[in-house]
């Protein structure tokens, strides 16, 4: 099947706090995390983006790079940046300490946000709205840019005044466990376990 048309965005520009080190530096399998991420994600989309403070990190791929506008302010600012140094309607926006990726779920939420015609696709867990492994229109650039001007960083309440396809965890589960998509590697022990689990796979 064909690349899908739009910019994936990989958020890479994070403080770290809680993991203690920059998490651009995670491995896998005795390779850099998220360039395994890249260069999964160069093989499903049309172009990739990273959104890092360190460029030259990525310098052996063929991505695009850029920086936070408004430093600090988490993934709202990482989305905006990217709209901004990018010419795409729509991005797919995932971060650089989530391991797990599916094209398949991908392109199926790509179908079903330009079927609904909405602003942004994103994944339900109940009541919980995942904001990452999700699709975000151009058209929420204006509100992005206001919200970040007075340092409303939320992502939920950025998508409550906007239209927006809801995946639940059942349909989800067609593609892949959210479990796996969804696992996020915050501080050291989430990597040990982690790391663990691929050196016994």
């Not at 049309?46 to 695009?64: A, F, G, I, M, S």
């Not at 909405?118 to 009541?127: K, P």
């Amino acid at each position: 099947m064909g690349k899908i048309l739009c910019t994936a965005v990989l958020l890479a520009g994070g403080r770290s706090s809680r993991m203690g080190f920059d998490k651009q530096l995670l491995e896998k399998n005795h390779k850099r995390l998220s360039i395994c991420l890249a260069e999964e994600l160069l093989k499903a989309f049309r172009e990739v983006l990273v959104v890092t403070n360190t460029p030259e990190l990525y310098q052996e791929l063929p991505v695009k790079t850029c920086s936070d506008i408004y430093p600090g302010q988490g993934p709202v600012s990482g989305m905006h940046s990217a709209f901004c140094h990018c010419g795409a309607d729509r991005i797919f926006v995932m971060a650089c300490d989530m391991p797990g990726f599916c094209a398949e779920y991908a392109r199926y939420q790509a179908e079903r946000m330009q079927k609904e015609q909405t602003e942004a696709c994103v994944t339900m867990r109940g009541e919980k709205m995942e904001p990452f492994h999700g699709f975000y229109s151009r058209s929420l650039l204006k509100d992005m840019e206001a919200r970040l001007v007075q340092r409303k960083t939320s992502v939920f309440k950025l998508l409550q005044t906007h239209a927006v396809t809801r995946i639940d965890e059942e349909e989800m589960r067609r593609y892949v466990a959210p479990e796996k998509l969804f696992c996020n590697l915050n501080t050291p022990q989430d990597y040990e376990i982690y790391a663990k689990s691929t050196e016994e796979s």
